[in-house]
């Protein structure tokens, strides 16, 4: 039987993945703000303010936790960096997205946040795969996911980004434990 944690929080040499809460709010809408940042996300709206935050942390509050987690990527001397989430949809294994603000980029933090959200899954959330996917036009996305173990399935899809307002090509990866 697999026990769910209500708010784990999980580890690593320099970050801490945890739930979103109000405090989060103001640095998510500042970190947010960023139309680089949102249109290489589906779901992320830009310009992103305080009530999008809001939403946010108010939606991650309430998930369901058998389907899906969604935690705040907290760097030790930076605060909060980012988001990783992780959540069931059509697809047979649950999906990861992630993303990390622009100062923050390049040193690794999407990768080592990735690792430890794949361990947590499949020791804790007890998944046996997750499906990830990258817009064709942000291949740093793509070596991210390669460095935390994800492979190309060969499947290209058209999905909607919400920043973007159109249809944007993804490439699609899994991760097997």
Request: hydrophobic letters at 45%; one cysteine or more; proline letters at 7%.
């Amino acid at each position: 039987m697999c026990v769910i944690e209500p708010s784990p929080v999980v580890e690593t040499r320099r970050l801490a993945l945890r739930a979103p809460g109000a405090q989060d709010i103001s640095r998510l809408a500042t970190l947010a703000n960023d139309p680089d940042v949102a249109r290489m996300t589906l779901r992320m709206p830009h310009p992103f303010g305080v009530a999008d935050a809001e939403a946010f942390v108010l939606q991650v509050a309430v998930q369901d936790p058998k389907r899906a987690r969604t935690f705040l990527i907290e760097h030790e001397d930076h605060g909060p960096v980012g988001v990783i989430g992780l959540f069931e949809d059509a697809d047979p294994a649950p999906e990861v997205g992630y993303w990390i603000a622009r100062p923050f980029w390049g040193r690794g933090y999407a990768t080592e946040a990735l690792q430890a959200a794949t361990v947590w899954a499949s020791k804790s959330w007890k998944r046996r795969a997750l499906m990830a996917g990258h817009f064709s036009d942000n291949p740093a996305s793509g070596r991210v996911l390669e460095k935390a173990g994800f492979l190309y399935t060969g499947e290209v899809r058209k999905d909607f980004s919400r920043a973007r307002n159109a249809q944007t090509e993804t490439r699609r990866m899994v991760w097997l434990p």
